[in-house]
């Protein structure tokens, strides 16, 4: 009998070895199209500069794949832009990639409905003029918790001093300004998206056929940080709920006034069928938005701000220019489009220092023929190489030298006074994504940055540390830029001369 059972277990776990060897060994989809294949297998330790550098010279028509966190990726040329923005999210969804590459399960991308797309990109824009006063005063306040009032230099860490300021405004904006200002708050809402991008970072060494056993475990600590920030709202949100419910007019409820938070679970509520609006759905829609809308917004500070400190006689420009829109040192009621030369360093910033090289990402949810390289099978995951966008001599004169006013002066060209935007999409504007799947919160981050760059040019002069300097950007192994975040800057507050 021990006989049997010995030579029983060791038959099994044969069969369980070459299982697993043929899991580990075999061919992917993507790797039986033919296409050829960039950086070897250990991706982690490649510089994805210089492999799109390599791409764009070798395969300048053509696709081809790069591997990336574990998975191969089909690059398509910067011509191929306008091609894949325009196919339906049901033959190429950029959600459907978000859930599988960031394990949105139990991350939180990719997780947004379309009721919840629809409330941001349409009820939240439309708050926005309502909302320029209030949210100066919440500039105010998150600046004076970060940066102080004193009248000697202060040094601080730019990047976490950026990201607090704008987790501060927008947790106001959306759950509060009692619990939105609060450190509680501010940290939870804070870490998520560095946690998951730190979880992101561990799986992608991890063999892709136990990835998914082992994503709740390394993605843990954001799992833990999730459900404290919905322990966090869920009082607020039962309570809005509840309001909603007893209304008699619940329109009234949508109707917008400078105080207060926005009415996001009205609006959310007012999308959603009576069935769909649980409190679940509705705590995970608060997720969304704050994972979303923190990280980009401050990095886009923190980028600007450095820019600025680089060549300081910008930052008098953009002083005078808010000199000639305040009405009594208040921005207008308004989108902040009068802000033209703002604007145009912030759309500088975004070409210069892009959060990716790569863009457009999708999940090909069955088999697609692009009219370049052969049939995607399901589940090819798909991108467009934008750096050679953004670095295009094509389209900018000395595109490696940064013009803080280069997008204003396009501005002047007839036809082109609504071009060239910091909010603007298209085939040579590739941060937002673009298409259906365009990022619908711009407009909201488009007023949130500019309001806090506004309040610190007003009460602050600022510049970098002695010794210190705009940072080198460094490529990370999932395509994206490390624009550097240990850069110190010193402030000192200013008396505003209208």
Not at 320 to 337: I, S
Not at 348 to 367: D, G, H, K, Q
Request: net charge positive; hydrophobic share 40%.
């Amino acid at each position: 009998m021990p006989t049997l059972m010995l030579l029983f277990l060791s038959s099994g776990s044969l069969v369980l070895s070459f299982f697993l060897w043929r899991a580990i060994t075999a061919p992917d989809k993507v790797g039986k199209l033919g296409l050829p294949i960039l950086g070897g297998s250990k991706q982690h330790k490649n510089d994805f500069h210089q492999l799109l550098e390599e791409g764009r010279r070798r395969y300048p028509n053509t696709p081809y794949v790069i591997k990336t966190q574990g998975l191969p990726y089909v690059v398509f040329p910067t011509s191929m832009f306008d091609e894949i923005k325009k196919l339906p999210h049901q033959i190429a969804s950029g959600q459907e990639f978000q859930l599988k590459t960031y394990f949105g399960k139990y991350t939180t991308p990719g997780t947004d409905t379309p009721a919840y797309l629809k409330v941001i990109s349409v009820d939240l824009a439309r708050s926005i003029p309502f909302k320029v006063p209030s949210r100066q005063e919440d500039a105010r306040a998150a600046a004076a918790d970060v940066f102080g009032d004193f009248s000697e230099w202060k040094e601080l860490k730019l990047f976490p001093a950026a990201m607090r300021m704008i987790s501060m405004m927008n947790g106001a904006t959306f759950i509060g300004r009692e619990l939105g200002r609060s450190d509680h708050w501010v940290q939870l809402a804070g870490s998520l998206p560095f946690q998951v991008m730190a979880g992101t970072f561990i799986i992608s060494h991890v063999p892709r056929f136990i990835q998914t056993a082992l994503a709740p475990i390394i993605y843990a600590p954001a799992i833990i940080t999730k459900w404290r920030m919905k322990w966090a709202i869920s009082g607020i949100i039962k309570k809005d709920m509840q309001e909603f419910y007893n209304a008699k007019d619940k329109k009234s409820l949508l109707r917008l006034t400078e105080e207060g938070k926005v009415p996001l679970t009205a609006a959310l509520m007012s999308r959603y069928t009576a069935e769909e609006a649980t409190l679940g759905r509705l705590l995970q829609d608060y997720m969304v938005t704050s994972f979303v809308s923190t990280p980009t917004s401050g990095a886009a500070l923190y980028l600007t701000l450095m820019e600025l400190a680089s060549q300081p006689h910008l930052i008098e420009t953009l002083r005078e220019e808010l000199r000639e829109v305040l009405v009594d040192g208040k921005l207008p009621k308004t989108h902040l489009g009068e802000l033209r030369k703002m604007d145009s360093v912030m759309r500088e910033s975004a070409r210069a220092n892009p959060f990716s090289l790569l863009a457009l990402y999708r999940l090909v949810m069955v088999p697609t023929k692009l009219s370049s390289g052969p049939e995607l099978p399901k589940g090819t995951l798909i991108c467009v190489d934008v750096h050679h966008i953004n670095n295009s001599r094509e389209l900018w004169e000395k595109p490696e030298e940064f013009n803080g006013l280069r997008f204003y002066e396009l501005r002047k060209e007839p036809g082109k006074e609504n071009k060239h935007q910091f909010v603007s999409t298209g085939n040579d504007s590739p941060g937002w994504g673009d298409g259906s799947m365009a990022c619908p919160g711009r407009l909201f981050a488009n007023s949130t940055i500019k309001i806090a760059l506004a309040h610190l040019l007003m009460n602050y002069d600022f510049k970098f540390a002695d010794g210190e300097r705009k940072p080198p950007r460094t490529s990370l192994p999932n395509g994206t830029w490390n624009p550097g975040m240990d850069t110190k800057f010193v402030f000192k507050s200013r008396k505003w001369v209208a």
